[in-house]
């Protein structure tokens, strides 16, 4: 497993944005105001990365967006894993009890299962899907980050 970036799931996209790039000034080696995804350089391949709140719904069905002032989740920690379904496989025999089951997400560009830790930290376990399985969308958005 490797750590990939701190995901902090937002409500405000675009003032988080601004916040991370105008005020911070990170440098953003993906996404834009208006979009729903944008990961930002921390030095030495650290990274953080916001995510609108709303759209975690897609990947765990029933997921509420936390409000401001109520409970829940604000961040996300993802993890990298070579093989989604062995990860999911190994970490369910030890006792952990996952949130939903291993999916695609292809208009994510990944295959995802998610599960909380003993303070109820939310994480995401995740491998990257070839492009070929990218969505469309996701694959011409790709073009403005990557030198093909």
């Known amino acids: 497993m490797r750590i990939n970036n701190i995901t902090l799931l937002v409500n405000d996209f675009d003032r ?24 930002f350089s921390l030095g030495d391949g650290a990274g953080i990365a916001i995510f609108k709140a709303e759209l975690m ?14 409970q829940g989740d604000s961040t996300m920690i993802l993890v990298q894993v070579d093989n989604v379904q062995d ?17 695609d997400m292809a208009a994510w560009g ?7 830790d003993t303070e109820n ?10 492009k070929e399985q990218w969505s469309e969308g996701l694959q011409e958005n790709a073009k403005q980050y990557t030198a093909e």
């Open 110 to 116: 990944i295959r995802v299962v998610h599960f909380r």
């Open 16 to 39: 988080a944005y601004a916040f991370y790039h105008d005020i911070l000034e990170l440098t953003c080696t993906w996404g834009k105001p208006g979009e729903n995804f944008a990961s």
């Open 87 to 103: 990860a999911y496989t190994k970490l369910s025999q030890k006792g952990v009890v996952f949130i939903d089951t291993p999916q």
């Open 121 to 130: 930290n939310l994480f995401e376990l995740y491998s990257e899907l070839p």
């Open 57 to 70: 719904a897609m990947a765990l069905p029933g997921y509420q967006a936390k409000q401001a002032g109520a």
